[in-house]
């Protein structure tokens, strides 16, 4: 599906989930969630760089924040356009979705799982993601401001990149919704609009959009860094004194918006890869899957400090 399509579809799924009436709260919360982000991606950032030129960027590593994130920058990209030519005086026949490839920038960590390495991989595809990938120097992997330096340097069109941290991420308490990077860092504006979505509006909008999901997330990963400092989330060891979690998103399931008409009413997962299976039969116990977990506060239990 080209970009322009894809757009829109995102528009029609971002539409159809403000529409949802007699929702639970945790929709109400994520539907306010949705009008604050689109409000500010629209109202202040596409006003100070146009989407259809090369100033912004989308950082990308297919996690379920930048998912979310992305699926709803495409839907305001939508938007943005569709504004364009209600304004115009030439009829909408005569425009044409300015964008086949969105740019995007990954920087490559040490030791990925190899699922979240297939997601990105047909991430690219499926969101037509024109995706720099930071490559390692001297067989090293480089530090993140001189892979953005880098970055910049064969980009140097780019002002500003949108990033999908939330107030609930380390340090990001203390985060705005645009500002420069820190001083020790190359030059850009952080774009940041989803910083007010808490965890429960991550996985509702995710759920009911029906788009597939990183398979880790089925595991029971609920942050997903690189293979030695990630673990399933220990709140959501099954048969341990852990209380059983509850699904809250029953509602977003039953009424996901499907790309595919014909797919039943489950959560679209991509597959596990082999040396990931490997790894997580390994482990003794089982999990719940990461979207029974709702409390901000233990995000991150599974992320493990380095050696
Ligand atoms: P999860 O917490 O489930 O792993 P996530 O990866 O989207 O989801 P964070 O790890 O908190 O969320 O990262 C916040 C944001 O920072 C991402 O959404 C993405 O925009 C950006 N980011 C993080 N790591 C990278 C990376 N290696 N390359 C490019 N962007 C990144």
Request: glycine share 4%; proline share 6%.
């Amino acid at each position: 599906m080209d970009l322009g399509h894809l757009a829109q579809l995102c528009y029609n799924m971002t539409e159809s989930y403000l529409q949802i009436t007699n929702g639970t709260d945790v929709i109400n919360g994520t539907q306010e969630a949705i009008r604050i982000t689109k409000d500010q991606l629209l109202l202040d950032i596409f006003k100070k760089w146009n989407p259809f030129n090369d100033a912004l960027s989308f950082s990308f590593n297919g996690g379920k924040d930048c998912q979310v994130l992305l699926l709803l920058y495409l839907s305001c990209l939508w938007e943005f356009f569709m504004l364009g030519v209600s304004s115009s005086q030439f009829d909408r026949k005569y425009h044409k979705f300015p964008l086949t490839k969105l740019p995007s920038v990954l920087i490559s960590q040490e030791e990925v799982f190899s699922t979240v390495d297939s997601y990105i991989a047909e991430s690219i595809d499926r969101y037509n993601l024109d995706l720099y990938e930071s490559t390692p120097q001297n067989g090293n992997h480089i530090d993140m401001a001189q892979a953005f330096e880098n970055y910049l340097n064969l980009y140097p069109s780019t002002k500003a990149i949108v990033i999908g941290v939330r107030y609930t991420d380390p340090f990001g308490e203390h985060f705005k919704p645009l500002q420069p990077t820190d001083s020790n860092w190359p030059y850009f504006l952080r774009v940041q609009p989803i910083l007010h979505w808490k965890l429960e509006n991550i996985w509702s909008y995710l759920l009911f959009s029906g788009e597939p999901i990183c398979g880790m997330y089925a595991k029971g990963f609920t942050s997903i860094g690189d293979i030695d400092n990630t673990l399933p989330n220990p709140y959501l060891i099954i048969n341990s004194t852990n209380v059983k979690p509850q699904f809250l998103f029953s509602k977003e399931v039953e009424r996901s918006f499907y790309q595919d008409k014909n797919a039943t009413n489950e959560i679209n997962i991509t597959p596990l890869q082999p040396i990931d299976i490997k790894l997580i039969d390994s482990f003794e116990d089982d999990y719940y899957p990461g979207w029974f977990l709702v409390d901000d506060a233990k995000e991150r239990a599974g992320r493990i400090k380095k050696q």
